[in-house]
Each structure stands twice: as C-alpha cells, then as structure tokens.
Nanobody, 128 residues
Framework: HVQLVESGGGSVQVGGSLRLSCVASGDTISRYCMGWFRQIPDKEREAVAGIYSDPPDTLYVGSVQGRFTITQDSGKKRVYLQMNSLKPEDTAMYFC??????????????????????WGQGTQVTVS
C-alpha cells in the first residue's frame, strides 16, 4: 500500500499555469498506475491523467490533452501534473491516486476510479 500527499494547488488566472506534486511513501510507485483525478461539488470524481513506468505510458482525457502533462520521478516517489492554459472549467479539487491497473488492458480502463485503492487528500485548484 502507498500513502499519497498532494500539493501545489492554488488560485490562478485564466490562461495561467500550475504544477501539482504528489509525494508517495510506503511502497514504490513504479509498480502502480499513478493517476490524477479531479472533483467538483456534487459531481463524480473524474480522471485527468495517468502514467505507467517501465515502459512509460502517459494517458489523458480529451479535455486536458495538449494542456496538461503528467510526469513522475520514481526515485523520488513523486508524480507531477503540469497544467497550462488553465480554464475556469479546470477548477476542482485534484487528487493523486495509485492503482493496480495492469497493462495492456489497463490502457483502456486506467480512468476508472474503482481501479485505484490509494488516494491523497486533495489540493484545490481555482481558475478565474
């Protein structure tokens, strides 16, 4: 099992950038699919981006493709989400997650919340 803590959220103007960080403790993150999810009140938590190690794969939902970049430093047990060209609709609580989502089928269902069993407490992003 892995414990996750996010940071880097805040308030930013439309078109601005933020970089979220997630630090893991406990297990190594290289054996998991690491994901970023987001949630707004009264809505379901939705996937934003996912990343695998060895070999590397990065996955994005369409609404953030080309604007967000997920990376990880397995040695430092950190996962990052670089968010550029932010829009008001990106406003949400962002969560880091670790899940057992084996490839190759995991490439098709990495976005499912039920595949992730470790979650951070979230970091708020507000775009206005």
């Amino acid at each position: 099992h892995v414990q996750l803590v996010e940071s880097g959220g805040g308030s930013v103007q439309v078109g601005g950038s933020l970089r979220l960080s997630c630090v893991a403790s406990g297990d190594t993150i290289s054996r998991y699919c690491m994901g970023w999810f987001r949630q707004i009140p009264d809505k379901e938590r939705e996937a934003v981006a996912g990343i695998y190690s060895d070999p590397p794969d990065t996955l994005y939902v369409g609404s953030v493709q080309g604007r967000f970049t997920i990376t990880q430093d397995s040695g430092k047990k950190r996962v990052y989400l670089q968010m550029n060209s932010l829009k008001p609709e990106d406003t949400a609580m962002y969560f880091c997650a670790a899940g057992s989502v084996p490839r190759p089928m995991g490439l098709f269902y990495w976005h499912r919340r039920d595949r992730y069993n470790s979650w951070g407490q979230g970091t708020q992003v507000t775009v206005s």
